[in-house]
């Protein structure tokens, strides 16, 4: 079965960092496209990050310098590096495989999610 | 970069058809990919490409695009088809991001 699993969520106080971590089963991140998408409470999802199975990296202009996106590929997981953290970065993070063709581009599966709350 | 834009709420009668848009200048080079969310779960793709549906998502699901807007439609509404809709779609300004919509709400009366 193909999962996701996230974990490292929690409560941080603005200016601190977070690792996120997401383990994957019944596929290979390193040969995939993984992207992190994150949800504030009671709005949307917004893209966070992306990157190939090449190893490059892209980020959503709202988090790039402060937030690093990597892989092991020994333990099949999935990290973001979460640095100065603020309030508006408050939201449960998915992670997603990410599936792209000549025309299209989608997550499928994602993870459950884990909260990170940006508060003093 | 691009955006997307949908309908906040939309509202349909148990048994009826339903679609939902998605607008947006990158759907001019790209097709929608549309995902459900239902309340404190994650998200799950029902759409994806031109109109193909992964295992699992009932056939009343179907996809649909012409010009800047594609279209999710769901026919034959069901009560646990109640939930919230997002589309997705590359960033068409080669930046390799992705674009969400805002969402919308869907009511089964």
């Known amino acids: 079965e193909v999962q996701l699993v996230e974990s490292g969520g929690g409560l941080i106080q603005p200016g601190g960092s977070l690792r996120l971590s997401c383990a994957a089963s019944?596929?290979?991140?390193?040969?995939?496209?993984m992207s992190w998408v994150r949800q504030a409470p009671g709005k949307g999802l917004e893209w966070v990050s992306v990157?190939?199975?090449?190893?490059?990296?892209y980020y959503a202009d709202s988090v790039k310098g402060r937030f690093t996106i990597s892989r092991d590929n020994s333990k099949n997981t999935l990290y973001l590096q979460m640095n100065s953290l603020r309030a508006e970065d408050t939201a449960v993070y998915y992670c997603?495989?990410?599936?792209?063709?000549?025309?299209?581009?989608?997550?499928?599966?994602w993870g459950q999610g884990t909260l990170v709350t940006v508060s003093s | 970069s691009s955006e997307l834009t949908q309908d906040p709420a939309v509202s349909v009668a148990l048994g009826q058809t339903v679609r939902i848009t998605c607008q947006g200048d990158?759907?001019?080079?790209?097709?929608a990919s549309w995902y459900q969310q239902k309340p404190g779960q994650a998200p799950v793709l029902v759409i994806y490409g031109k109109n193909n549906r992964p295992s699992g998502i009932p056939d009343r699901f179907s996809g649909s695009s012409s010009g800047n807007t594609a279209s999710l439609t769901i026919t034959g509404a069901q009560a646990e088809d109640e939930a919230d809709y997002y589309c997705n779609s590359r960033d068409s300004s080669g930046n390799h991001h992705v674009v969400f919509g805002g969402g919308t709400k869907l009511t089964v009366l």
């Open positions: 990157i190939y199975s090449g190893g490059s990296t």
């Open positions: 019944g596929f290979t991140v390193s040969s995939n496209y």
């Open positions: 997603a495989r990410d599936r792209i063709s000549r025309d299209h581009e989608w997550f499928d599966p």
């Open positions: 990158s759907l001019r080079s790209y097709y």
